[in-house]
T-cell receptor
Framework: QQQVKQSPQSLIVQKGGISIINCAYE??????FPWYQQFPGKGPALLIA?????SEKKEGRFTISFNKSAKQFSLHIMDSQPGDSATYFC?????????????FGSGTQLTVLP | GAGVSQSPSNKVTEKGKDVELRCDPI?????LYWYRQSLGQGLEFLIY????????KSGLPSDRFSAERTGGSVSTLTIQRTQQEDSAVYLC??????????FGPGTRLTVL
């Protein structure tokens, strides 16, 4: 059963535009929501993350908005650049034993046109 | 410092053969994870190791999959009697306790 649903599957944005990727989760026990960025041939890399007691977190051009009641969170990329073209995965985690299991969304392939 | 490394980067095998995939985690990281990334799908958790504790294997898709971690460091994921549906990118990640998971570049497995 997919516990984190991500949309859209692909996104094309003009340089300088805003890219928005949405995710929804089901398990209210999730306590940490990271976003990963993956370039072709590379493993995912942590981009930004948020905890459910915060409604928004901003790091440079990247912002996470979190709506706990709706069980939704989104990534906003401001002033999108061609170098941002990559696949983005939202994820949700909970402490599981003595480690964290990441449950990923299905990914969004972002293309930023020059 | 060195990141997570995986070998081989690509592996092509015939249906029914066994394969071994290797992961070298970041030195000092106590937790090691294996994920599978299939075309058009997200990343699927397979197994994790934490310190000297017994691994949690609940994510393994079948008993053809197994993994071990020797000396609390290097890990090997073994797939026996490979099937075409096993074709995917297998990713390894490591973390310090409950911290950020750092991923390796993955091994692309193709089963013909």
């Amino acid at each position: 059963q997919q516990q984190v649903k991500q949309s859209p599957q692909s996104l094309i944005v003009q340089k300088g535009g805003i890219s928005i990727i949405n995710c929804a989760y089901e398990n209210t026990a999730f306590d940490y929501f990271p976003w990963y960025q993956q370039f072709p041939g590379k493993g995912p890399a942590l981009l930004i993350a948020i905890r459910p007691d915060v409604s928004e977190k901003k790091e440079g051009r990247f912002t996470i908005s979190f709506n706990k009641s709706a069980k939704q969170f989104s990534l906003h990329i401001m002033d999108s650049q061609p170098g941002d073209s990559a696949t983005y995965f939202c994820a949700a985690t909970l402490v599981w034993g003595s480690a964290r299991q990441l449950t990923f969304g299905s990914g969004t392939q972002l293309t930023v046109l020059p | 410092g060195a990141g997570v490394s995986q070998s081989p980067s690509n592996k092509v095998t015939e249906k029914g053969k066994d394969v071994e995939l290797r992961c070298d985690p970041i030195s000092g990281h106590t937790a090691l994870y294996w994920y599978r990334q299939s075309l058009g799908q997200g990343l699927e958790f397979l197994i994790y190791f934490q310190g000297n504790s017994a691994p949690d294997k609940s994510g393994l898709p079948s008993d053809r999959f197994s993994a071990e971690r020797t000396g609390g460091s290097v890990s090997t994921l073994t797939i026996q009697r490979t099937q075409q549906e096993d074709s995917a990118v297998y990713l390894c990640a490591s973390s310090l306790d409950l911290g950020t998971q750092y991923f390796g570049p993955g091994t692309r497995l193709t089963v013909l």
